[in-house]
């Protein structure tokens, strides 16, 4: 596993209790276990309905793994238009 920086926004950043954490590891998978672990409560059900961007490319599927040093962004829907 490898050093991860993750940012949240909006109501994942509220669920969660920051806006950024650094974590430990190698796949979307282990990524979304560790938020969901060590975030406030509801961080759990906030992360089923988000988004996820890996050094910038849109992926939904757990086993995607995530490159060392790279940044995973964590976006709720957003409503409005």
């Known amino acids: 596993m490898t050093a991860v920086t993750v940012r949240l926004f ?3 950043a509220e669920a969660y209790g920051a806006e950024e954490a650094t974590i430990e590891a190698a ?3 282990d ?9 406030g ?7 089923t309905r988000c988004s ?7 992926t939904d599927d757990p086993a995607t793994p995530v490159p060392a040093g790279s940044t995973l962004d ?5 409503a409005g238009g």
Request: glycine content about 12%.
């Open 10 to 12: 909006a109501g994942a």
């Open 27 to 29: 796949t979307l998978a």
């Open 41 to 47: 409560p509801g961080t759990a059900d906030v992360l």
């Open 74 to 78: 964590v976006l709720p829907p957003f």
């Open 31 to 39: 990524v979304v276990a560790t938020l969901a672990r060590d975030g």
């Open 52 to 58: 996820f961007l890996v050094a910038g490319v849109r």
